[in-house]
């Protein structure tokens, strides 16, 4: 039996804290801390706040990972989790179904470009890449087109973390101790006009990427290519946005080649960039799947899933293979709790929080754009309510002080001490608070992250390292 230290002994000391290093596996670990590692307890939240185990309140700089969005401690979607529990808490999805998961997919299909009229409901934003990507394998081989099957996706992209949605991801980080199928997957470049060549415009570096996109389908050949996956806006790369236009004419060209389009909007669905979803809104592209998970119950329970085009559904039923079965479903497919809390938080953003988040999100921009008036801030970019803070040695040469220097963790443990959680990304912070924040508390958020950096940039100094 392993060697357990009695649970009271520790309860003594610190409950949680203790209790974690002994017994909790944390999510993106490293080797020499992982199973004996306790990070930041909260114990609480309200609105756009976070109490830690000290009772220290702290801005939710990253609104959860990218997903409280209406909020902390709303008290309309405990109720209805409570109320939907009591009156149907489970039914098994292979031969019953439930009313909230139906009645969301209708509000869904509203929302969603063209004929993307069917969700299929998973737990998370991973397995919805995941359903998506099975998706079109079954798609090709019941078609009788078993080869066309590569998957494109681009340098920065992040799509989760199982086998295959965790292999298109693009930041090497999240690769280089890990296995992935790289068999099945092109990768091409990240659209980061920040770190396009030198010398190279916007417009030039939109040609070079698209240039690309049009080679790698000719090279690998449109027969063997089954989909394109992207985020309209690279969230956990950095908040990469892509060069105007871009993404419409990558649409283009699969829609030419017979290539899927996925647009992975797990983080700019439900609010984030102040619409239901983003890639018809604002990027003017109408894809064949789009995935969802995050905003779409505010992180209250763990629900994503995946809006397919009504064509693709139609083009299975008229197939050769009609007993073909696509073999793929999960125990809590169509939850109907996290259903019906998605359609209150569905009501929440309808009534007023989108456009409070349209509303307030030029002045959350503006403001931390401020930031770039401290010479360890090479550039402030952003979109509706995500925006990252990249830090650089130099603008000149925009050295990204790597590992080494873990400025965006500095930069977070100043910031924690100040009132503010921060999402630290090597070299970056990221910002995506709750989209009910208030201008004062983006003053104070903004406050916070500037005295963060430049206490930051005070001990870089002394330890002679910038
Ligand atoms: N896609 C994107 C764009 C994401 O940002 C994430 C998570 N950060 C995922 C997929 C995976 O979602 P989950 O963590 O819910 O599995």
């Known amino acids: 039996m392993a060697a357990v ?11 949680a804290v203790e209790l974690a290093k002994s017994h909790l596996v944390q999510p993106w670990p490293y080797a020499g801390s992982i199973g004996a590692e306790a990070r930041t307890l909260v114990t609480s939240g309200d609105g756009v706040y976070l109490i830690d185990g000290d009772g220290k309140k702290l801005i939710d700089g990253p609104a959860g990972m990218w997903c409280i969005n209406v909020g902390h401690r709303r008290e309309e979607l405990a109720r209805v989790m409570y109320e939907q529990a009591m009156e149907l808490s489970y039914n098994t999805p292979w031969y019953t179904m439930n009313a909230p998961s139906a009645e969301l997919s209708r509000r869904i299909a509203e929302y969603a470009p063209g004929d993307l009229n069917h969700v299929f409901y998973t737990t998370g934003g991973s397995s919805a890449v995941e359903t998506a990507l099975r998706f079109m394998q079954f798609y090709n081989n019941v078609r009788g087109r078993p080869e066309k099957k590569q998957i494109l996706s681009r340098g920065g992209a992040y799509h989760g973390s199982t086998y295959l949605s965790a292999s298109l991801n693009g930041r090497p980080r999240d690769r280089d101790w890990m296995d992935a199928a790289d068999d099945l997957v092109v990768k091409l470049s990240s659209p980061d006009p920040f770190r396009r060549p030198k010398g190279m415009s916007a417009e030039a570096f939109c040609d070079f990427l698209v240039d690309e996109f049009r080679d ?25 946005i892509a060069p105007a236009g871009y ?6 060209i699969c829609r030419e080649n017979d290539i899927l389009y996925v647009s992975d ?7 984030r960039l102040g619409h239901v979803f983003a890639s018809e809104e604002l990027f003017d592209i109408e894809p064949d799947m789009i995935t969802f998970a995050k905003g779409v119950t505010s992180g209250y ?19 050769n293979h009609p007993d073909a079965m696509f073999g793929h479903g999960l125990t809590y497919t169509s939850h109907p709790v996290g259903c019906a809390v998605a359609l209150k938080n569905l009501d929440l953003l309808e009534g007023g929080i989108l456009d409070h988040a349209r509303a307030v999100a030029p002045y959350f921009q503006q403001r931390l754009k401020t930031l770039e008036d401290l010479p360890l801030v090479g550039e402030v970019r952003g979109a509706g309510l995500m925006a990252c803070v990249e830090c650089v040695a130099d603008r000149e040469s925009k050295d990204p002080l790597q590992l080494d220097k873990d400025v965006g963790k500095r930069i977070d443990q100043h910031c924690h001490e100040l009132g503010l959680l921060v999402r630290p990304l090597i070299n970056m912070c990221v910002m995506s608070p709750p989209l009910v924040i208030t201008k004062d508390q983006i003053d104070h958020l903004v406050a916070i992250l500037r005295e963060g950096i430049s206490r930051t940039m005070d001990d870089l100094r002394k330890e002679g390292v910038w």
Not at 265 to 271: A, L, P, Q
Not at 314 to 319: A, I, P, T
Request: overall charge positive.
């Open 301 to 319: 329970f763990p629900l994503g899933g995946v809006v397919i085009s009504e064509r693709l559904l139609k083009d299975l039923n008229r197939s």
């Open 247 to 252: 993404l419409k004419r990558i649409r283009d």
């Open 5 to 15: 230290r009695d649970s009271r002994e520790m309860a003594a000391e610190n409950p």
């Open 216 to 240: 790698t389908v000719k090279a690998v050949g449109a027969q063997n290519i089954g989909c394109f996956v992207g985020e309209p806006i690279q969230a956990s790369g950095g908040v990469i």
């Open 265 to 271: 909007e797990v983080v700019t669905g439900f609010g």
